[in-house]
C-alpha cells in the first residue's frame, strides 16, 4: 500500500497550490485522481515525485512508471534510440526488456518507426511513446497523468488491457484524467480535488451513496455543492 500525505505543496515559496492530500493507493488498485482544470491534479502528481519546488509532504516510493501530462522526447533520438537509452539506464534484465518494448511497439502499431524520430510523430503517436516507455520495465507503481489524452479508440482499449493485467501482477496506479466514462469503469477508487482540495474520497459505490449515478454527474453535483456553499 501507497500512502500519499501532502501538508502543502507549491510553486512558489508560501504559495500553496495543493493542501492537505491524504489518501492511499492499496496494492493492486487503480486510484482515479479526478478535478477540473487547474484543481490541482498535476501539482499533486509532481509532488508526489518530489518535483515541485515548495512542499511538505511524505510520499515513500520505490521506483515506479511515469506517463507526464505531456510527452517529453529527444529531438535527436529515433524511437529505437529512446527505448535503448531508457533499457541501458535500468537494471533490468535487458534481453526481457528489448522483447517487451517490441511487443508494446506492435501493440501500439509503431513497430514500422523505429527508425523515425518521435519528435516527428502526431501527439497520439507521441502519447504512445511515453506509454511504451513507461510500461518496458515492470513496476509495483505506475503515475498515469492523462494517459488516454490524444489516443485512438483502439489505442484506449489496449491500454485498458494493459492496465487490468498489469494490475492482475498486483501493480497500484494512480491515474489522473478527464475521462470519466473510463475512469468508472477502470478504477477500483476515486480521490476527486477542487481547487487544490479533496472534496470527496471513495469507490464509485461509495460516491454514489442514495442511488445510481455515473460518475460525471457525481463530479457535477460535487462541484455544484462545493461553488454553491462558497456563495
Ligand atoms: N509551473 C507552474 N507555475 C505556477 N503555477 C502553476 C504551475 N503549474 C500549475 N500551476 C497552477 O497550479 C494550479 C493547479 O494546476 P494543475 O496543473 O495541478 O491542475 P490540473 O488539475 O492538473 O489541471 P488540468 O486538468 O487543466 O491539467 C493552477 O492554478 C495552475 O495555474
Not at 499533486?44 to 507526464?68: A, F, R, W
Not at 488491457?161 to 478504477?187: W, Y
Request: proline share 3%.
Amino acid at each position: 500500500m501507497i500512502s500519499i500525505n501532502i501538508q502543502s505543496a507549491g510553486y512558489e515559496q508560501n504559495k500553496a497550490i495543493i493542501k492537505n492530500i491524504e489518501f492511499t493507493i492499496p496494492k493492486g488498485q487503480v486510484v482515479g485522481l479526478i478535478g477540473g482544470n487547474g484543481a490541482g491534479k498535476s501539482t499533486t502528481i509532481q509532488t508526489i515525485m518530489g518535483t515541485i519546488p515548495h512542499s511538505q509532504h511524505k510520499c515513500e516510493l520505490s521506483e515506479y512508471g511515469y506517463v507526464p501530462e505531456r510527452p517529453i522526447l529527444y529531438d535527436y533520438l529515433t524511437l529505437w534510440e529512446h527505448i535503448h537509452l531508457l533499457i541501458q539506464s535500468n537494471g533490468q534484465d535487458t534481453v526481457k526488456l528489448e522483447q517487451r518494448a517490441m511487443e508494446l511497439c506492435k501493440i501500439f502499431r509503431l513497430q514500422s518507426k523505429l527508425n523515425e524520430y518521435p519528435i516527428n510523430f502526431s501527439k497520439g503517436m507521441q502519447q504512445k511513446v511515453m506509454l511504451i516507455l513507461a510500461f518496458t520495465p515492470r513496476y509495483d507503481f505506475y503515475i498515469l497523468d492523462e494517459p488516454f489524452m490524444g489516443l485512438d479508440p483502439q489505442a484506449i482499449r489496449r491500454l485498458l488491457t494493459m492496465i487490468d493485467d498489469t494490475k492482475r501482477q498486483s501493480a497500484s496506479f494512480l491515474i489522473s484524467t478527464h475521462a470519466l466514462d473510463t475512469a468508472e469503469k477502470l478504477c477500483d477508487s476515486f480521490v476527486c480535488l477542487h481547487e487544490g482540495k479533496i472534496i470527496r474520497i471513495g469507490t464509485l459505490e461509495q460516491l454514489q451513496q442514495h442511488h445510481s449515478q455515473s460518475l460525471l454527474e457525481i463530479f457535477d453535483e460535487l462541484l455544484e455543492g462545493v461553488e454553491n456553499a462558497a456563495v
